[in-house]
């Protein structure tokens, strides 16, 4: 089992940039790590993954090229970077842990969120 803190959530204004963090407890390295958002009156979305196997990343094609997920396996974090951040990117963010998928939604263990909150 895993348990998942994230932080690093925060005002920002458009263009700034912010990292997050998710701190896990348990079996760290045995998952694959995701990160999701939810914006007010929408649904949750994937945002980005990292395998457990191969460190392959993947991410949703509107953060591509502004949002990088990383993992160090040591501190039993994973991180999402996140530059050039644009208002649409205001949502609460969401850590997750699953032992096989990747992009899909149904993770088996979540955070509690961070919310971020982008100014124009």
């Known amino acids: 089992q895993v348990q998942l803190v994230e932080s690093g959530g925060g005002l920002v204004q458009a263009g700034g940039s912010l990292r997050l963090s998710c701190a896990a407890s348990?079996?760290?390295?045995?998952?694959?790590m995701g990160w999701f958002r939810q914006a007010p009156g929408k649904e949750r979305e994937f945002v980005a993954a990292?395998?457990?196997?191969?460190?392959?990343?993947y991410y949703k094609d509107s953060v591509k090229g502004r949002f990088t997920i990383s993992r160090d396996n040591a501190k039993n974090t994973v991180y999402l970077q996140m530059i050039n951040l644009k208002p649409e990117d205001t949502a609460v963010y969401y850590c997750?842990?699953?032992?096989?998928?990747?992009?899909?939604?149904?993770?088996?263990?979540w955070g509690q969120g961070t919310q971020v909150t982008v100014s124009s």
């Open positions: 990292i395998r457990r196997t191969d460190d392959s990343t």
């Open positions: 348990g079996p760290f390295s045995s998952y694959n």
């Open positions: 997750a842990a699953d032992r096989w998928l990747v992009t899909g939604m149904k993770y088996d263990y």
